[in-house]
Each structure stands twice: as C-alpha cells, then as structure tokens.
C-alpha cells in the first residue's frame, strides 16, 4: 500500500467487513505499507476499507475467495484528503466583528460618532449582517438625533428651506426631514446598496504618502469604493444612496419644494460634504478620535 507517489503509508487501518458480522476484521499496515489477513471465507463477498491520516478512505470492491486461495493486492494507493476550508472563512467573519466592534467605539472629541472610518490596513469584507449593524448603531446614535435637532434650529432661526411654517409645529417638521434625510442615506447608501453591490461603504484611511495623494484619496471617497474583494470600483452605493436619499425627500418635504431638483441638489450638497468629512479624516479628526488606533 503506498500514496500516489509511490511511497509507502505505515500504520493505516484496514477494516474488512463480509455479509455476517463475524466477518468483520482489522489489520494495521506495517513499516512497508504492507498487511496481512488471514481466516477469510471462500465464496463470501468482502469489502476493505483502508483509512490513514492525512488520506482518503480508500475503498475496495467486492472481493470473493475460492477456497485455498491468496490473493495479493498489489495496486491499493491513497489520495491525500480534501483540505478543510471553513476554518479560514469563519476567521474572516470574526476579524470583520472585532473591526466593527472598534469603529463602533470611534467618536471624535469622544462624542461625535465616527463610526464608518476604517483605521486597519487589514482589509477584510463585511458581511451583510455587519453593515446594516453598522448603519442601524449609526442612525440611531444620540447625536444622529441631536444632530438633527440642531440642523433644524438653524433652519427654523433662517426661515430656509423646506418651506414649513414658523413656530412648534414646523419645528417638529424640520426635524422629521433632517433625521429622514440622514438615516435614509445611511440605510440605503451604507447598507442596502452595499449589500446588494458588494460594495464595502466605510472610509479607509490611507494616513501616508504625500499630502496630494492623501487628499486625492480623499476627494475621490464618494465616488470610489471597496468591492467586498478588495478592488476599487466606482462608488455606486454612495452615489445612488444620496440620490435615493434625495428622492424620498419628495415623499415629505412642502409641495413647493419638490421635484427634480430637490434630488439632485440634495445629492450635491451630501456629495460635498463626504469630501470635506474624507478630507478632515485623512488630515485631522484621527488624532481627535478617540479608540482609534495610534498613527500618523
């Protein structure tokens, strides 16, 4: 008994089983792949099963002796078995927990959530589970709301756009646009397009190179994204949540501010506003992060 190389397999097992259960056998091969087994039955039908580590269990056809016979089986060679996968794939989707579970605890000057900033040169995809986790912890982060709350104030002082009337009422409505305006582009363009696309939604910083690389990196965030296999491709999840997010607008902001534009000015402003926010990361929020990692 040797591999496919031709060299020998000590010390696997052979197992012999016939039609009653006083066939059944073992043997261990020795040094030389070699064994022996003796007692057999004429005109039973058996079937040898050999099992070593690191191979395949190799199996026999059916084997039937005339009486007085010895039979050689010279040609039995084992296959190495299928390697186990699973084990790398389940060390990904924890890798990709823990990194979550850091960004999560990210918050510039400790309070403002700067949770889809990726600080780890390790890359690993997130899996559909992770990123609706992460837009889920992101829109309902206090800030988010009092964010909103204040977003609105300054809308309410302006008498801007959207047109609602003055006093509580159109407060309450301001209110409602601006945490409808930010959480619908966080679900869509962070975790439904993602999801759908493969795409990764978070910022990777980049934190070397020259300033113009840095800042080039950073200005082109909203429309370059990771895919979950790690290549760069345009950013559809970014672009079509804002524009999605734009759209829905329609759905509550006045009559007399609807419409097309509505969608597409509302996109530009969100569009800028990731290039302002990727070029404060990649140039000063890292070090007013806190539980980001120690870096440039």
């Known amino acids: 008994m040797t591999d496919v190389d031709n060299a020998a397999v000590p010390g696997a097992t052979i197992v012999v089983d016939g039609p009653a259960s006083s066939d059944h056998r073992t043997a261990v091969a020795n040094d030389s792949g070699a064994f022996a087994l003796n007692g ?72 403002i959530p700067n949770f889809y900033v990726v600080y780890d040169q390790q890359f690993v995809p997130l899996t559909t589970k992770l990123k609706y986790q992460l837009a889920f912890r992101a829109a309902t982060d206090v800030v988010s709301f009092a964010g909103a709350g204040f977003i609105a104030g300054i809308n309410q002082a302006s008498a801007s756009k959207p047109s609602y009337v003055q006093g509580a009422k159109g407060y309450g409505e301001r209110f409602g646009a601006a945490y409808a305006n930010g959480a619908s582009d966080i679900l869509i363009g962070g975790a439904i397009l993602p999801s759908l696309l493969h795409q990764d939604p978070r910022y990777f910083y980049q934190g070397t190179g020259t300033k113009k690389s840095r800042a080039l990196h950073a200005i082109s965030a909203p429309f370059v994204a990771k895919g979950d296999n790690g290549n760069w491709q345009f950013n559809y999840s970014s672009v079509g949540g804002d524009l999605a997010s734009g759209a829905l607008a329609n759905l509550y902001y006045p009559k007399q501010d609807r419409g097309a534009g509505l969608v597409f000015s509302s996109a530009l402003l969100t569009t800028g506003g990731r290039i302002t926010n990727a070029l404060a990361q990649e140039f000063i929020l890292r070090k007013m992060t806190s539980n980001s990692k120690s870096g440039n």
């Open 40 to 111: 057999l039955r004429p005109a039973a039908s058996y079937h040898l099963t050999i099992r070593a580590k690191g191979f395949a269990d190799w199996t026999s056809p059916a084997v039937t002796l005339t009486p007085g016979q010895l039979l050689e089986m010279t040609d039995i060679k084992l296959t190495v078995g299928a390697v186990e996968t699973t084990v790398n794939a389940v060390f990904s989707e924890q890798i990709a927990l823990e990194q979550v579970k850091a960004e999560e605890k990210q918050r510039v000057f400790g309070v």
